[in-house]
T-cell receptor
Framework: SQQGEEDPQALSIQEGENATMNCSYK?????LQWYRQNSGRGLVHLIL?????REKHSGRLRVTLDTSKKSSSLLITASRAADTASYFC??????????????FGKGTHLIIQP | DTGVSQNPRHKITKRGQNVTFRCDPI?????LYWYRQTLGQGPEFLTY????????KSRLLSDRFSAERPKGSFSTLEIQRTEQGDSAMYLC???????????????FGPGTRLTVL
């Protein structure tokens, strides 16, 4: 079953604009990860944020985590055409202890218009 | 390339045939995971290994599916008597974790796309 729900399901913006994607989940987690997937390819890890962290940055990426609302957001600043991809959030559920792998949402499909 | 590798990248088979996929994780990664991804969906967990021990299997993993990691390095996933519903991308990931600890960053391979005719 899929725990995470990304919002929006699809997003189209102009190159140079910022893109924000949201993720909601249901159970208590150890950490939350964001991945990018280009069409038909494998997943590329972007960033991991632990349950005791509230914000994390990596280059043009900014991730926030609100465990009280069970939600996270991924902000991509100054978007580029190469950012066009599907973005997934994935949670490591606390009760699973890693034993159930990561639980992914359905993803947000981001299109950057040149 | 020291990333996760998977072979073959594509497999087309007829219904009822058996198929086997291979995953080579990043060296010294003790955990190895298998996921399945269908079109328009996120990956779904199938099973995972801590070294050579298979510690968890999803209910998605029917009796026709079997996975091994005999020496704690590469892993194989076999599907027997394939069905059209098995058509999907099969993804492998690896990570370094302390026993019983939470999942850490998982690094994914390029996947094997299976088409069952």
């Amino acid at each position: 079953s899929q725990q995470g729900e990304e919002d929006p399901q699809a997003l189209s913006i102009q190159e140079g604009e910022n893109a924000t994607m949201n993720c909601s989940y249901k159970t208590s987690i150890n950490n939350l990860q964001w991945y990018r997937q280009n069409s038909g390819r494998g997943l590329v890890h972007l960033i991991l944020i632990r349950s005791n962290e509230r914000e994390k940055h990596s280059g043009r990426l900014r991730v926030t985590l609100d465990t009280s609302k069970k939600s996270s957001s991924l902000l991509i600043t100054a978007s580029r055409a190469a950012d066009t991809a599907s973005y997934f959030c994935a949670t490591d559920e606390m009760m699973g202890g890693g034993a159930d792998g990561l639980t992914f949402g359905k993803g947000t499909h981001l299109i950057i218009q040149p | 390339d020291t990333g996760v590798s998977q072979n073959p990248r594509h497999k087309i088979t007829k219904r009822g045939q058996n198929v086997t996929f291979r995953c080579d994780p990043i060296s010294e990664h003790n955990r190895l995971y298998w996921y399945r991804q269908t079109l328009g969906q996120g990956p779904e967990f199938l099973t995972y290994f801590q070294n050579e021990a298979q510690l968890e299997k999803s209910r998605l993993l029917s009796d026709r599916f079997s996975a091994e990691r005999p020496k704690g390095s590469f892993s194989t996933l076999e599907i027997q008597r394939t069905e059209q519903g098995d058509s999907a991308m099969y993804l492998c990931a690896s990570s370094v974790n302390l026993a019983g600890g939470p999942a850490d960053t998982q690094y994914f391979g390029p996947g094997t796309r299976l088409t069952v005719l």
